[in-house]
């Protein structure tokens, strides 16, 4: 493991989920209204985020794992390889078997979350959900001794990147293309993209 392969696990993240993001915000306006208001209140319109206001922002800590739980930049992790023959539920899995994690499903599964198709930053402000591989509905960056190496990188700079466009700016949607227009189609690969990119016109906020 070198500094690049660190570099590049999180930048892939970073990358994704800053658009995913952005696009469900746009997408409900009064969602971003909160986002904006929790910031403004805590460290001024305008302002910086430092890494010292980050334990802050519940309602900006929700939104990213909203995303990751909607939208997590990998949607199958890396894969795992069986070293014994395993039974989970009835189901073997054979010694020497290649084992993927589907994190997309698991994050849109109705038996673990309510109104999974619905972006709600909301229920995160109530759940004691981990997401560096501690709890299993939440698992964007993988779990245990081979969770992924970016995930420092990405973390922080998510939280300074997002926070930064949110309260330095308002947007519109280019071309006059309403909310509830917006094509929210998804492009499965390595990493989970939008099938059309989300084309904005940043407007700086007036203080």
Known sequence: MCIWDLFVA??????????????ELLRNPNLMS???????????????????DIAKLPYLHAI??????LHPAVPLLLPRR???DVEIKGYIVPKG?????????????PSLWENPNLFSPERFLELEIDFKGQS???TPFGAGRRVCPGLPLAIRMLFLMLGLLINSFDWKLEDGIKSEDMDMDEKFGITL???????????????
């Open 34 to 52: 909160k986002a904006k208001a929790e910031l403004e209140q805590t460290i001024g319109k305008g302002n910086l985020v430092e890494e010292s």
């Open 136 to 138: 299993f509905e939440l």
């Open 97 to 109: 078997a290649q084992v993927f994690v589907n994190v997309w499903a698991i994050g849109r599964d």
């Open 193 to 207: 993209e939008k099938t059309q990119p989300v084309r904005v016109v940043p407007i700086k906020a007036c203080n």
């Open 10 to 23: 999180g930048t892939d993240t970073i990358t994704s989920t800053m658009e995913w993001a952005m696009a």
């Open 82 to 84: 069986a070293e014994v």
């Open 64 to 69: 990213i794992k909203e995303t990751f739980r």
